[in-house]
Nanobody
Framework: QVRVVESGGGLVQPGGSLRLSCAAS????????????MRWYRQTPGKQRELVAT?????????QIAPSVRDRFTISGDIDNNTVFLQMNNLKPDDTAVFYC?????????????????WGQGTQVTVSS
């Protein structure tokens, strides 16, 4: 019922920047989304998926960034419009990974309401000279 699409990955040299985008949308025009959290994860082969950044609705929007990237990455966006961005600066080869967006909340379709937890397909970020 809820689709998540990431974009903005690519090849960048060490020290460069990239901005990833994530948008969630209902698969049917009659479905309304109430978004709770949108998160960015990253994963490299053979390793567990790592949480990088979170935007939450808890009254005002709240953002959190993993300590390992706090001085270089920023999450922004508008959770009311189901969109988040990840600005990544001073990228390092160790940042090479597939970045995934995750969205969770509740959808409303006619008289039906259910929680959802949806993932995008991922976008590859490669940092290399």
């Amino acid at each position: 019922q809820v689709r998540v699409v990431e974009s903005g990955g690519g090849l960048v040299q060490p020290g460069g920047s990239l901005r990833l985008s994530c948008a969630a949308s209902a698969s049917d025009s009659g479905v309304r989304i109430n978004m709770y959290n949108m998160r960015w994860y990253r994963q490299t082969p053979g390793k567990q998926r790592e949480l990088v950044a979170t935007m939450s609705r808890d009254g005002p929007q709240i953002t959190q960034i993993a300590p390992s990237v706090r001085d270089r990455f920023t999450i922004s966006g508008d959770i009311d419009n189901n969109t988040v961005f990840l600005q990544m600066n001073n990228l390092k080869p160790d940042d090479t990974a597939v970045f995934y967006c995750n969205a969770d909340g509740r959808y409303f379709a006619d008289v039906v309401t259910r929680r959802f937890d949806s993932w995008g397909q991922g976008t590859q970020v490669t940092v290399s000279s």
